[in-house]
């Protein structure tokens, strides 16, 4: 019987190495002795015995054998050979007996490679054993700017909290994410037990996604995994058998296959040409049952500015439509529990916009269970099929009021304060000391944030003789003060010069009327399995400028020209030569930044003064949404 399964085991391994050839891959067992010899490594950490994961293991560590076996372990000599006897015998003893030894071997960059026990992992991969045990060795390379070594050591660090070594990921961030979700309220170590519930959920799901078909998809397990408890919750998953957990991965198919392409979602940047030419008597007639459209905030416009400018928007498309609309707001105070959009739903409206990321889960799971029902989330760099994201390129604004930050200055030493360090404030911050720049390349900007502990940005101000300070773009009701936009400083008193305008009401207008008259269906049917962002700018009129009546007349010229070449689309303020604080050129003189690139800045450019506070400097009332869409202050001056 073992000779036959050698031959069987044979013919897969010829099968690969034919493959591989055609294809133009080292068809034999890749060697890391020889992949150690091009690139320095740190140190090593003896593991001890652990269980390997056998679909992780990449290869061998010498050379010796190598040629015996296929990329995939699979033998390729002769069943007459020592060496296919050995294989066989091996096999025999392995179904009769298991296994006995532990192999040996070498884990890096989170892949294993043999030392001891080559024959054993080809027979047991091809029993279609899950894991086996070794001594294992772990190689830890130097740290370097690359995406993978980055994402290994966040890896280290998830290991040292899980111990769970088969879980790969393609994007930094996601192991931390995924500890968060599955252990919330604890930030110690898992212990056994708890290892050994996620061991069953993620084979459960593994088992129900590949007979899905998931392994056609080119996903890797763990993003996808991520993804699964994501939009429906560590804590109703565990809870869950293998029949729920297959009509779970039906529903959220699609964003599966998201995840499986190179380009996850597709950014609209201007409204859709069709939504601004349908008057709104044509799409709601007079008696027609009013759509019901509800915005539901993380905190009470009364007392926060940005819930505040949407629900100025809010109340534009009241205005705009008027009888032909129903919209209401609501406030929830917290963000994991969904009831508040259940109950929503439940009283027929069929438009929902919630309006920070930090709701952006619960958005995801509500759409999910409820297809019929559109539901959009407020942020940036999210990309989900059930839930299209919309945001604002307010850093065209943030350009402008730099330029006339830089032309007003007296002192050449401008202050910015910025409140959370997620994705998309460096692209403010940046664009504004461009901003700076263009106008006066001696002036340098001192970079503070509002939301670190026990911290006043005026006293650091104080301290670099600032005399001008770009702040929050606006203030809640409750908040009489003139410490927004951009303002000078004049002993105690402030000031203001220009502020940048968000208006929510002109957006939300055509998202509306791209929901009515069928535009919304085409976005989809022409950006095909992507996730949708909604990212307009200058030229949708959602995002302006304005400033006072002070201003000098060239100034107000400049203004007006930049606005009118931003909205054209003949100039974008991330163009031309940009260097990092760390002297990288981090665009060139002939180049234009993509809009993805200029939503992942995580560098500053070189007339900035101040760097990314890590998340325990922070108010508390911040860590949920800096931990969702934060910058690391490590990966701060990519490039180094």
Not at 39 to 53: A, D, F, N, R, T
Not at 130 to 155: A, C, H, M
Request: proline share 4%.
């Amino acid at each position: 019987m073992s000779y036959t399964d050698y031959q069987k085991a044979q013919k897969i391994g010829e099968k690969t190495y034919k493959s591989c050839i055609s294809e133009g891959v080292y068809p034999y067992l890749p060697v890391l002795e020889d992949m150690l010899s091009k690139e320095k490594s740190e140190s090593q950490v003896s593991l001890g015995l652990v269980e390997i994961p056998v679909e992780l293991i990449a290869g061998t560590y010498t050379s010796g054998r190598t040629t015996a076996f296929a990329r995939d372990f699979m033998p390729l000599l002769e069943p007459e050979t020592e060496f296919g006897s050995k294989w066989s015998h091996l096999y025999d003893s392995l179904c009769s007996e298991g296994q006995r030894e532990p192999v040996k071997a070498y884990e890096y960059l989170n892949r294993f490679y043999i030392v001891e026990g080559n024959k054993r992992v080809s027979v047991q991969k091809y029993m279609g054993s899950v894991s086996l045990e070794g001594v294992v060795t772990r190689i830890i390379p130097q740290k370097d700017d690359t995406k993978e070594n980055k994402i290994y050591f966040e890896f280290l660090d998830f290991y040292a909290k899980t111990k769970i070594n088969y879980l790969l990921m393609s994007h930094e961030g996601s192991y931390e994410k995924l500890f968060r979700l599955i252990h919330p309220e604890n930030s110690e170590p898992l212990n056994e037990d708890e290892r050994l519930e996620f061991k069953f959920i993620y084979s459960l799901f593994k088992k129900e996604y590949y007979d899905k078909g998931g392994h056609k998809l080119n996903a890797r397990i763990g993003d996808v995994l991520l993804t699964y408890i994501e939009i429906f919750g560590y804590d109703d998953i565990r809870h869950k058998n293998s029949a729920d957990i297959r009509k779970d991965i039906t529903k959220i198919w699609s964003e599966f296959r998201m995840l499986a392409d190179d380009k996850p979602f597709s950014l609209i940047m201007h409204p859709t040409e069709q939504s601004q030419k349908i008057s709104i008597a044509k799409l709601i007639p007079v008696g027609v049952q009013p759509l019901k459209i509800a915005f539901v905030y993380y905190k009470d416009p009364q007392i926060s500015g940005w819930s505040y400018c949407h629900e100025i928007g809010r109340e534009h498309i009241s205005n705009v439509f008027g009888e032909r609309v129903e919209t209401k707001a609501f406030t929830t105070y917290d963000s994991s529990d969904i009831s508040l959009i259940e109950n929503i739903i439940n009283d027929g409206y069929k438009l929902i916009f919630t309006t920070t990321p930090v709701l952006n889960a619960i958005s995801l799971k509500c759409a999910v269970l409820h297809p019929d029902v559109i539901i959009l989330n407020c942020s940036l760099n999210t990309a989900f099929r059930h839930v299209r994201t919309y945001y604002l390129r307010i850093y065209e604004a943030k350009f402008i009021i730099g330029a006339i930050a830089g032309s007003m200055t007296e002192e050449n030493r401008i202050g910015y304060i910025a409140d959370y360090p997620i994705f998309g404030m460096p692209a403010s911050v940046n664009a504004f000391a461009l901003g700076v720049k263009l106008v006066n390349p001696r002036a340098k900007v001192y970079l503070d944030w509002s939301t670190v502990k026990n911290h006043n940005p005026y006293e650091y101000f104080e301290k670099n003789d600032v005399d001008l300070i770009s702040n929050k773009d606006i203030n809640a009701p409750v908040q009489e003060s003139r410490e927004f936009g951009l303002y000078g400083l004049y002993s105690d008193t402030r000031f203001n010069i220009a502020m940048p305008v968000w208006d929510w009401g002109k957006m939300y207008e055509e998202l509306v009327r791209s929901v009515i008259n069928g535009a919304w269906k085409n976005d989809e049917n022409a950006n095909g399995i992507h996730g949708l962002n909604y990212y307009w700018g200058m030229s949708s009129g959602a995002i302006d400028v304005i400033y006072s009546k002070k201003l000098p007349t060239g100034t107000r010229q400049l203004v007006n020209i930049l606005k009118n070449q931003i909205k054209s689309g003949e100039f974008t303020p991330f163009s031309g030569k940009i260097y990092s604080q760390h002297g990288i050129l981090m665009n060139d003189t002939d180049d234009i930044m993509t809009p993805e690139e200029i939503i992942n800045i995580d560098w500053f450019a070189d007339n900035i003064t101040g760097s990314i506070p890590e998340i325990s400097e922070l108010e508390d009332g911040c860590h949920e949404l800096v931990s969702q869409l934060g910058i690391k202050p490590e990966r701060q001056g990519s490039g180094i």
